[in-house]
């Protein structure tokens, strides 16, 4: 039986990486499939690697059409490269949710002999029923017209009622106790960082790490450049002369959102020495780098100050930033993880 991980981040790929130790799989019958155009610097257990031919964001790989038919062939180039990763064979599959059709086109695949959830930033924290009904409620009812033209598009091999975690999964697979609260079938995972000791008497680098909110429409430009502004401001009034930036995958996905990124940094940058982090860096490699100085993380509510918190990094977030103009960033905020808020200080 082959075992294919979904990873589109670092997190899920250190994840995926303890599964197979864990597990004790035998790694010719592992597969790696990317998305979201993530590939790790070095394939640390040389674990057979694909990029996934689909995508759900910004545009959905296998969206509703109304010339049905074209569907069709897109079901059939999905099936041939299921045969081809797989080479016949039945698998089992490893993801850190179940909303995206593509993944749950695996999971509805006739040869899928079951599934399992990664570990992957802060969803992971939140119970079962926050997940499915407050971070990521069900869509309203569909009309009849669309009901059967989406029976039309996958003749039954995709449900209308999507979860982002579906509960008929085996296990969810995570890297601290306090990961998945109260979900059944835990599996704890040895956590893949080491934990560092920072010097006190070393000169303080700040890293600031962008998140998506601002692509996916959640904050606004005006709000966010706000508040970026901000925390320059604050910055410059704790004496940070450098910083280190880092950019999240969605501000890669196109050339316009990264040039945005780069020029609302420009404006706001005074006189820090800004030094833009490569896109494949693990961050996550970084906080727990013992020869790196004091790193100090800068986050909005991006799930990589966790674990560098969780490395025994400085964590803190602007969010209050946001917060102060968003009322919907508020409540976002209020629900943050008891866990989050225990690692990560809050700016205000």
């Excluded at 019958?29 to 694909?50: I, T």
């Excluded at 869509?139 to 999507?162: T, W």
Aim: charged share 25%.
């Amino acid at each position: 039986m082959k075992h294919i991980f979904y990873i589109h981040s670092y997190i899920t790929y250190f994840v995926s990486l303890q599964v197979i130790k864990y597990l004790n799989l035998e790694v010719q019958h592992c597969v790696f499939l990317y998305g979201r155009e993530f590939k790790p610097e070095l394939n640390e257990l040389a674990v057979p690697e694909y990029d996934a031919p689909f995508t759900h964001h910004p545009i959905n790989s296998f969206a509703v059409e109304r010339r049905f038919w074209r569907s069709w062939a897109k079901i059939r180039r999905f099936d041939a490269f299921v045969e081809q990763i797989t080479q016949g064979s039945r698998f089992h599959f490893y993801t850190n949710q179940t909303g995206i059709d593509f993944v749950r086109l695996f999971l509805k695949h006739r040869k899928c002999a079951g599934f399992s959830i990664l570990e992957e930033g802060l969803y992971s924290y939140h119970t079962l029923h926050e997940i499915n009904l407050e971070l990521c409620p069900p869509v309203g009812k569909p009309s009849l017209p669309f009901i059967l033209l989406h029976y039309a598009n996958f003749l039954g091999r995709l449900k209308l009622q999507k979860l982002y975690l579906d509960p008929s999964y085996n296990n969810v697979f995570g890297v601290t106790e306090a990961a998945f609260p109260n979900f059944e079938r835990k599996v704890v995972l040895p956590f893949p960082f080491k934990q560092v000791k920072e010097e006190e008497e070393t000169d303080e680098m700040a890293v600031l790490v962008f998140d998506s909110f601002l692509e996916y429409g959640t904050v606004s430009f005006e709000v966010f450049d706000h508040a970026l502004g901000k925390a320059f401001s604050y910055f410059e009034q704790k004496g940070i002369k450098e910083v280190a930036v880092k950019y999240h995958p969605e501000q890669y996905a196109t050339i316009q959102n990264l040039q945005k990124a780069r020029e609302m940094i420009n404006r706001h940058k005074g006189r820090a020495q800004v030094q833009e982090l490569p896109k494949n860096i693990a961050l996550e490699r970084m906080a727990s780098d013992s020869s790196m100085p004091k790193l100090t993380f800068y986050i909005f509510l991006s799930s990589a100050g966790l674990y560098a918190a969780l490395c025994g990094r400085t964590t803190k977030s602007f969010a209050k930033f946001i917060a102060d103009q968003d009322p919907a960033y508020t409540r976002r905020l209020r629900m943050m993880p008891k866990f989050f808020k225990e690692l990560v200080q809050l700016i205000s």
